[in-house]
């Protein structure tokens, strides 16, 4: 069992920032890969950024390149994304999840547990 919790969300101005933190207990962190997933109302949950157990891998969806960071520190068991030059269309609630193995993956269904997730909203 591995608990993720999520935190670092709020409302922020078009073109601010945020790091969101997920903080992980249980099992051994570094034994996972990672994720970012969010979902807006009315619409289907989304990979945004993947990474692997090591950190030596990741991954982004298109819309995020160059804005958004995913990391972690496996001696924190913490895995963080700090986005930059935020849209309102970044709103969304925000979660992390894991996944048991080495390689990065943007496919939520392949994830192991998930957190509970925290809110992004973007002002125009």
């Known amino acids: 069992q591995v608990v993720l919790v999520e935190s670092g969300g709020g409302l922020v101005q078009a073109g601010g920032s945020l790091r969101l933190s997920c903080a992980a207990s249980g099992r051994t962190f570094s034994l996972y890969a990672m994720g970012w997933f969010r979902q807006a109302p009315g619409k289907e949950r989304e990979v945004v950024a993947a990474i692997s157990r090591t950190g030596g891998s990741t991954s982004y969806t298109d819309s995020v390149k160059g804005r958004f960071t995913i990391s972690r520190d496996n001696a924190k068991n913490t895995v963080y994304l700090q986005m930059n030059s935020l849209k309102p269309e970044d709103t969304a609630v925000y979660y992390c999840?894991?996944?048991?193995?080495?390689?990065?993956?943007?496919?939520?269904?392949?994830?192991?547990?998930w957190g509970q997730g925290t809110q992004v909203t973007v002002s125009s």
């Open positions: 999840a894991a996944k048991f193995g080495l390689s990065q993956n943007r496919v939520a269904s392949q994830y192991d547990y």
